[in-house]
């Protein structure tokens, strides 16, 4: 599946941006397609801003999601990409999980953002780690390139990569039982989650691990799997 994991539509008079999510997408689909989309969200953003009949006191634009479920963890990765791509508009929006009312109600990216920092503390890292290479972070990261045979990334949240993973990616490296690692291609990986270890083969669809029964669980929509290794 390419470039329809998202459809975006504007409802101007009522000042919305609706995100129809397909709903078996993955959320490596869904952070992918979101950066891709970034600059068309802000350009309807400023488009309803800047709409002459706007007779609103306060400049607020609604961001609705809708189409499939999101874990906490998700929600909180989702928003944290709409925030890279509309810095200096987050004051002016609010963004509505159709399916988590209960949960998370209306509230503004900023106010999501500041309330845990430990929680909302994600890292996009902008370029491929190479062999020899270790980053370590506080908080989630993605990664917008690959990480190669040999390099290592460690972080005490979630980490997504959207290229390929070759070497050692360790989420939840502070004991948080709770992360994952996805990844666009796994081929010759090591993961590691707290403290469960996984060594795969290939996967060449996107792929997410997370811990389940107190073992690494891999779901993968394509695999050719010719090694996984559980380690306790």
Excluded: P, W
Excluded at 116 to 125: A, G, L, M, P, V
């Amino acid at each position: 599946m390419e470039n329809d994991n998202i459809i975006l539509n504007v409802d101007s008079d009522n000042r919305k941006i609706k995100l129809n999510i397909f709903k078996e997408s993955t959320i490596i689909d869904i952070i992918s397609e979101l950066l891709d989309k970034k600059d068309v969200i802000k350009e309807n953003i400023l488009q309803i801003f800047n709409n002459e009949n706007n007779n609103y006191e306060v400049n607020l634009v609604y961001i609705e999601i809708s189409g499939r479920d999101f874990n906490e963890s998700e929600k909180e990765l989702f928003q944290k990409t709409l925030k890279v791509g509309l810095e200096n508009l987050l004051s002016n929006i609010i963004i509505e999980f159709e399916d988590a009312s209960k949960e998370l109600g209306l509230f503004s990216i900023d106010e999501l953002f500041e309330k845990d920092e430990e929680i909302s503390n994600t890292k996009y890292i902008k370029h491929s780690i190479r062999s020899g290479i270790r980053e370590e972070y506080l908080g989630s990261v993605v990664l917008l390139g690959d990480l190669n045979n040999g390099g290592q990334l460690i972080a005490s949240g979630n980490i997504i990569i959207l290229g390929a993973l070759r070497g050692l990616a360790h989420a939840g490296a502070t004991g948080n039982k709770k992360a994952f690692v996805g990844a666009k291609e796994i081929e010759n990986a090591q993961v590691r989650i707290a403290d469960k270890i996984i060594e795969l083969g290939l996967y060449e669809e996107n792929t997410l691990l997370s811990i389940k029964n107190d073992k690494i669980v891999v779901e993968s929509k394509e695999k050719k799997d010719y090694k996984r290794v559980q380690r306790v």
